[in-house]
């Protein structure tokens, strides 16, 4: 089955700084990528998703890339904010199947 | 769209009791949904996939006695941990997958079990 590794597993970064957290997969038939930011106690929040068909998408200071050849897919935070601290998942699946989490990043964003 | 929600948000029972946490699509039909497991500070774990009108498909690791899973409408789906203890604490959350959006998965808001 579908193995996700997802580094690293703490980040600080001082605020108006980038982020970035790396994840590899192991099934090549995997088509879909999300990223998903968790408050302490609250549900995982989609912030951006990228599907195989394309190597990179960008919503605002957010943009995910994806390498299929190497199985690998990084998330990308721009001018960080203090609101930006959390735990980031990243995930994999084939469609409609279940998602498969890495360990997850706590994010600390200094200010 | 796409909402799910859950019931309880929160439970606390006593060991060896049973405990259902109710799982539902608020605006949409959900044929598959799943449930997800999350202990403090780890990610989140797929226990089964929850299929409507059909047996759940369960984990390697998860006992099917111990968590029953029912799938009876289009719009729920229920957990029962039966003789709960307390290793069973833990943040229960289940998704579901909009039929017009079949690859983004919705998640309910996660119930929090304590087994006392």
């Known amino acids: 089955g579908e193995n996700v590794e997802q580094h690293p597993s703490t980040l600080s970064v001082q605020e108006g700084d980038s982020a970035v957290i790396k994840c590899t997969y192991s099934?090549?038939?995997?088509?879909?990528f999300p990223w998903y930011k968790q408050e302490l106690g609250k549900r995982p929040q989609l912030i951006i998703d990228i599907r195989s068909n394309v190597g990179e998408k960008k919503d605002q200071r957010i943009a995910v890339t994806l390498n299929k050849t190497a199985k690998h897919f990084s998330l990308h935070i721009t001018e960080t904010q203090p609101e930006d601290s959390a735990v980031y998942f990243c995930a994999a699946s084939l469609g409609n199947t279940p998602l498969v989490f890495g360990k997850g990043t706590r994010l600390s964003v200094i200010a | 769209g796409a909402v799910v929600s859950q019931h309880p948000s929160w439970v606390i029972c006593k060991s060896g009791t049973s405990v259902k946490i109710e799982c539902r699509s608020l605006d949409f039909q959900a044929t598959t949904m799943f449930w997800y497991r999350q202990f403090p500070k780890q990610s989140l774990m797929l226990m089964a996939t929850?299929?409507?009108?059909?047996?759940?498909?369960?984990e390697q690791g998860v006992e099917k006695d111990k968590f029953l899973i029912n799938h009876a409408s289009l719009t729920l789906s229920t957990l029962t941990v039966t003789s709960a203890h307390p290793e069973d604490s833990s943040f229960y959350i289940c998704?579901?997958?909009?039929?017009?959006?079949?690859?983004?998965?919705?998640f309910g808001p996660g119930t929090r079990l304590t087994v006392t």
């Open positions: 929850s299929n409507e009108g059909s047996k759940a498909t369960y």
């Open positions: 099934d090549s038939a995997s088509n879909y």
């Open positions: 998704s579901a997958n909009s039929p017009g959006r079949t690859y983004e998965q919705y």
